[in-house]
Antibody, heavy 123, light 108 residues
Framework: QVQLMESGGGVVQPGGSLRLSCAAS????????MHWVRQAPGSGLEWVAL????????HYADSVKGRFTISRDNSNNRLFLQMDTLRPEDTAVYYC????????????????WGQGTLVTVSS | EVVLTQSPGTLSLSPGERATLSCRAS???????LAWYQQRPGQAPRLLIY???GRAAGIPDRFSGSGSGTDFILTISSLEPEDFAVYYC?????????FGQGTKLEFK
């Protein structure tokens, strides 16, 4: 069965960096574009970033553009999110999410989500 | 960016009752580009409905989606105890896909 498991969250000071990881299993990882979606405490969901199946293309929400970098390792079925110059408003649970079929775009829904990893940006 | 407004913010009902949750878009979207998710406390969102009315795998038929244009509805025909959760709508017609702020379904 499809499984997505995030790790790497924690507490970081404003201006700091963190790298999130998502381990995927149960499907052919290299044939799907993959996404990160976040949820601030007590708030709704916000799409963050996506990467193409081969990792050569990425697309970002305006709120993180220039600070976050999405990447992947298809040989090890892993998705990453490098977060730099973190701000308090980046505090959220970060989910990796899979769309139902290959499609490169943020205009898609998600049929599988990981359990999320909490990032707290605070001094 | 398409803004989705969900109402009510909180809905208080009892098991066995019918729930009607609303999602209104700031601009017209195709019904085929709307999804609904359920999120229980401490859990990831779970896909319920895609394409406006298609049920995801394993979703009971008490869940149904409808609507068009700017107004969409998620109906739960007869509430089970496990249905009390937060529900989000998402549009994916225009980039970026955007989510509503959620409706909390709580025990009355």
């Amino acid at each position: 069965q499809v499984q997505l498991m995030e790790s790497g969250g924690g507490v970081v000071q404003p201006g700091g960096s963190l790298r999130l990881s998502c381990a995927a299993s149960g499907f052919t990882f290299s044939t799907y574009a993959m996404h990160w979606v976040r949820q601030a405490p007590g708030s709704g969901l916000e799409w963050v970033a996506l990467t193409s199946d081969d990792g050569n293309n990425g697309h970002y929400a305006d709120s993180v553009k220039g600070r976050f970098t999405i990447s992947r390792d298809n040989s090890n079925n892993r998705l990453f999110l490098q977060m730099d110059t973190l701000r308090p408003e980046d505090t959220a649970v970060y989910y990796c999410a899979r769309p139902p079929a290959y499609y490169y775009g943020s205009d898609i829904y998600f049929d599988y989500w990981g359990q999320g990893t909490l990032v707290t940006v605070s001094s | 960016e398409v803004v989705l407004t969900q109402s009510p913010g909180t809905l208080s009902l009892s098991p066995g009752e019918r729930a009607t949750l609303s999602c209104r878009a700031s601009q017209s979207i195709a019904s085929s580009s709307l999804a609904w998710y359920q999120q229980r406390p401490g859990q990831a969102p779970r896909l319920l409905i895609y394409g406006g009315a298609g049920r995801a795998a394993g979703i009971p038929d008490r869940f149904s989606g409808s609507g068009s244009g700017t107004d969409f509805i998620l109906t739960i025909s007869s509430l089970e105890p496990e249905d009390f959760a937060v529900y989000y709508c998402q549009q994916y017609q225009r980039s970026p896909g955007t989510f509503g702020q959620g409706t909390k379904l709580e025990f009355k």
